[in-house]
């Protein structure tokens, strides 16, 4: 490094002129540095959020400017039953896909952080399904779960289990059932090679020592790795929560909400009302909806980050 | 075949960034018997890995089986096929608008994370080293950005990219994207510029260089390898993006792969599952292979943005 040229910049110790303050100042400076970043969030996120609660507001159409109806499409919502079905689909998807992901997750974290050959291969393939697109992989569940030509059907009649093919995606239960299926198959990976890299920072004398003092494998678990690893717990599962909670293309790619909407979510029927109907006002209320739940998913990771840094005797800095 | 060796050392600094103490179970594996570890980690360890990978196996083996065998599960045992077919790739590449579709989704991948790569390294430098004033809560801003999801953004910005007069062009999706990526790379960035010693900062100011100098010729030569975690993961993501490109594009044309694989190839064709499954294993064969090259950078952004 000692060997890059630097251009001396002129001395202007004392000359303060506008010019100079707008290029040295390090308040100026900083706000150059942040504009391009600021621009992007402000022009294409927040006033997006902002004009999203206010259209949820309004009785806008696609192609038609909207007048402000106070919460009349929150109040048409409140009495329409599909809307409620979407919430409770979706709080069922949420919570019982993001349980399994953390069990299954879990489990598989411990496993790949055993010694065994391969091992380094064996974790770049886990990874697989969280790096293609969603909506490819969804389609290959959606062939998997065929009605006709279902793979898991054919296995099943060959070993005499059943007699006749499950209709997986027509029957209200099977599809709730194989979308959350997907939704943990992709969502896996990512628990168990972050929450893997959490399990690395545990120094292994710990094991040995409890080891030695008569520790089962269980004990070993419940009293060593969980309680180091709860705070990464804390913020992969609040992830995992946020985006299982606001899931779009897997449901739309396997069902688009069918059958009879049994596996509608607030994000699919937003898109529903608001695309494809052209109401754009009632859309926006669907997904405003979801803010709540959103604010109390982000207030669990904001203290979960709290924690981890207490535990780790950092200052807030 | 010769390279296998060379690979799997490489393939072994997985989650190296964040693994001063791996291989820790060595020591004591010794104390269970090769019995009870088959049945406790070998057996459920394959169970899970064949679940994982078998859509995979089932997409590609479906991709080149004749129509013929496709549908018809008696006379063909469905795990394998004894002649392969090309058919569906070719339909694919000669019959349909797929090369389009994969040039458009590489060109807004390409141009939205290089985008927000520039924006977010100025951001990171700016938050972490000029530390102006209330740098702080715009960093605690940015992280709260990260946690706002597109499904409750998508039908404001629809209104937004109509009113630009956007709609429908690949611009609409390279300026929305970031919305999405500069968080991320900005956190992460953020976690790599910590890592760089103030002191080398502090010569090349005595030295006379700008800040900009700086973070030119010191800081991004040092950071390369966030950099290029950030890249990989941020075109990762681009390419998996859905909602926006359904919402903003309507012409075949210009559809990424895919909305246009879910829109265009899903009609009443019961033969339409051989192109089907070519499709989409066409389009994820780009990413398997940049994952392939690149994974503990992937890793290492994966873990750093939560961990941050």
């Known amino acids: 490094m000692a060997d890059v040229a630097i251009p001396r910049a002129k001395p202007q110790m004392s000359e303060d002129s506008a010019w100079t303050q707008l290029k040295h100042n390090r308040n100026w400076l900083g706000f150059w540095f942040m504009v391009p970043a600021m621009a992007f969030l402000i022009f294409f996120l927040a006033y997006p959020l902002g004009l999203g609660i206010w259209l949820s507001f309004t009785d806008t159409r696609i ?4 007048h402000f109806i106070a919460t009349e499409n929150y109040e048409w919502l409140w009495d329409d039953s599909i809307f409620w079905l979407s919430v409770f689909n979706t709080l069922l998807y949420t919570f019982v896909a993001s349980a399994l992901k953390f069990a299954i997750g879990l489990y598989l974290a411990l496993l790949l952080n055993e010694n065994m050959p391969f091992k380094a291969m064996l974790r770049a393939m886990v990874l697989i399904p969280f790096i293609v697109p969603t909506v490819l992989s969804a389609l290959a569940f959606w062939w998997i779960f065929d ?10 009649k060959h070993l005499g289990l059943i007699n006749q093919n499950i209709n997986f995606l027509g029957d209200t239960t099977w599809a709730r059932i194989c979308v959350i299926f997907a939704n943990i198959w992709r969502g896996v990976p990512f628990v168990a090679i972050t929450l893997l890299a959490g399990l690395q920072t545990v120094s292994p004398s710990l ?11 269980w004990q070993n678990f419940r009293y060593i790795t969980y309680p180091l690893l709860t705070p990464i717990i804390a913020v992969v599962m609040t992830f995992s929560v946020l985006f299982t909670f606001t899931d779009f293309q897997l449901i739309w790619a396997m069902t688009r909400g069918g059958p009879v909407n049994a596996t509608h979510l607030m994000a699919t029927l937003s898109y529903q009302r608001a695309i494809i109907a052209g109401q754009l006002g009632e859309g926006a209320a669907i997904s405003s909806a979801m803010i709540p739940f959103l604010l109390a998913a982000i207030m669990v990771s904001w203290f979960g980050l709290q924690r981890r840094k207490w535990q780790q005797g950092e200052s807030n800095d | 075949m010769t390279d296998l060796p060379t690979r799997s050392i490489d393939l072994k600094n997985v989650l190296s960034g964040s693994a001063p103490t791996a291989d820790h179970t060595e020591g004591m594996s010794y104390l269970q018997s090769v019995p009870r570890r088959i049945v406790t980690l070998y057996l459920p360890l394959a169970i899970i890995v064949i679940v994982l990978l078998f859509p995979f196996y089932w997409m590609a083996l479906t991709s080149v089986k004749p129509d013929e065998q496709l549908l018809d599960l008696d006379r063909y045992n469905p795990f394998w096929t004894w002649n392969p077919t090309f058919k569906h790739f070719h339909k694919l590449l000669f019959e349909s608008y797929y090369p389009h579709w994969l040039w458009n989704t590489m060109y807004v991948a390409v141009c939205a994370t290089v985008l927000s790569i520039i924006a977010s390294v100025l951001a990171a430098y700016a938050i972490v080293r000029l530390r102006y004033k209330g740098a702080n809560l715009v960093g605690g801003l940015i992280f709260l950005a990260y946690l706002v999801p597109p499904s409750i953004l998508f039908i404001p910005l629809a209104t937004v990219v109509f009113q630009y007069g956007l709609f429908d062009s690949p611009l609409a999706l390279i300026l929305t994207y970031p919305t999405i990526l500069i968080p991320f790379s900005t956190w992460l960035l953020m976690g790599y510029f910590k890592t760089i010693p103030f002191e080398l900062e502090e010569c090349a100011l005595i030295d006379g260089a700008s800040r900009w100098q700086i973070l030119i010729k010191i800081v991004l030569p040092l950071a390369i390898p966030g950099l290029i975690s950030a890249f ?6 681009c390419w998996n993006e859905f909602i926006y490109a359904l919402t903003f594009l309507q012409s075949t044309s210009n ?20 192109s089907l499954m070519a499709g989409a294993l066409a389009g994820s064969l780009p990413l398997v292979i940049l994952y392939a090259f690149f994974v503990e950078h992937y890793v290492s952004a994966m873990t750093g943005a939560v961990k941050e």
Do not use: H, M
């Open chain 1, 63 to 66: 192609g038609r400017v909207g």
């Open chain 1, 147 to 156: 009605s006709q030509f279902s793979i898991i059907s054919w296995s099943l």
């Open chain 1, 207 to 217: 094991y040995e020592a409890a080891t030695l003092d008569g520790a089962t494998r």
């Open chain 2, 232 to 237: 990989i993961f941020c075109f990762t993501l």
């Open chain 2, 255 to 274: 559809k990424t792969v895919p909305v246009a694989i879910v829109n265009e190839f899903v009609d009443g064709d019961i033969y339409r599952w051989g």
